[in-house]
């Protein structure tokens, strides 16, 4: 069964660069039509989208992190990892990683995107504070 | 500010039905499909709902999902105590090249 461990250094001080690694057991993060991801949580809030990787090096990055944000994969590892440069105090929040659906099919001439996270770790909370 | 909206809260007696909508725009719902995340308090979301009305094994047929245009539904039937949780739509946004979230319903069942 496939399963998402998260790990990380739980507080930062501001302008310190935040870095979490998700280990994936279970499954090869190779070789699938999976892409690998972050996803956020800032207390009190929704879900906020970070972004994700595929097992090639392929990203998509949050528009509004893209400056700030690196999500790389180790293949002989089997995982993959989060690096947010520059953190501030709104970056506090549970950050949760997920394996990602994420493909496009072309239908009546147009293309449609599937995306969905049908696995999840179980969260690591990161705080940012001085 | 999500660019996709959804009620910030739902409440419904037990056995009976709710819906939870999510409305978007032609660049994700409108021409994407949408999934939806139940998450119960102080636990990692769960897939309910994929590619706008599957379910992933394991989940009840009480959950089910639809969508017409630029909005997106989740209903559930049979309400359960248990069901009382934070639900969230979600898809990919064509223009910004993006995945999105609603904001989130928080449903109560009385």
């Known amino acids: 069964q496939l399963q998402l461990q998260d790990s990380g250094p739980r507080l930062l001080q501001p302008s310190e660069t935040l870095s979490l690694t998700c280990s994936v057991s279970g499954a090869s993060i190779s070789g699938s039509s999976y892409y690998w991801g972050w996803i956020r949580q800032s207390p009190g809030r929704g879900l906020e989208w970070i972004g994700n990787?595929?097992?090639?090096?392929?990203?998509y990055y949050n528009p509004s992190l893209k400056s700030r944000v690196s999500i790389s994969v180790d293949r002989s590892k089997n995982q993959f990892s989060l690096n947010l440069s520059s953190a501030t105090a709104t970056d506090t929040a549970v950050y949760y990683c997920?394996?990602?659906?994420?493909?496009?099919?072309?239908?009546?001439?147009?293309?449609?995107?599937?995306?969905?996270?049908?696995?999840w770790g179980k969260g690591t909370t990161v705080t940012v504070s001085s | 500010q999500s660019l996709l909206t959804q009620p910030p809260s739902l409440s419904a007696a037990p056995g009976q039905k709710v819906t939870i909508s999510c409305s978007g725009s032609s660049s994700n719902i409108g021409n994407n499909y949408v999934s939806w995340y139940q998450q119960l308090p102080g636990t990692a979301p769960k897939l309910l709902i994929y590619?706008?009305?599957k379910r992933p094994s394991g989940i009840p047929d009480r959950f089910s999902g639809s969508k017409s245009g630029t909005s997106a539904t989740l209903g559930i039937t049979g309400l359960q105590t248990g069901d009382e949780a934070d639900y969230y739509c979600g898809t990919w946004d064509s223009s910004l090249s993006a995945g999105l979230f609603g904001g989130g319903t928080k449903l109560t069942v009385l």
């Open positions: 997920g394996r990602i659906f994420l493909d496009t099919v072309l239908v009546l001439f147009a293309r449609r995107y599937h995306f969905y996270i049908d696995v």
């Open positions: 590619d706008n009305d």
């Open positions: 990787v595929y097992y090639s090096g392929n990203t």
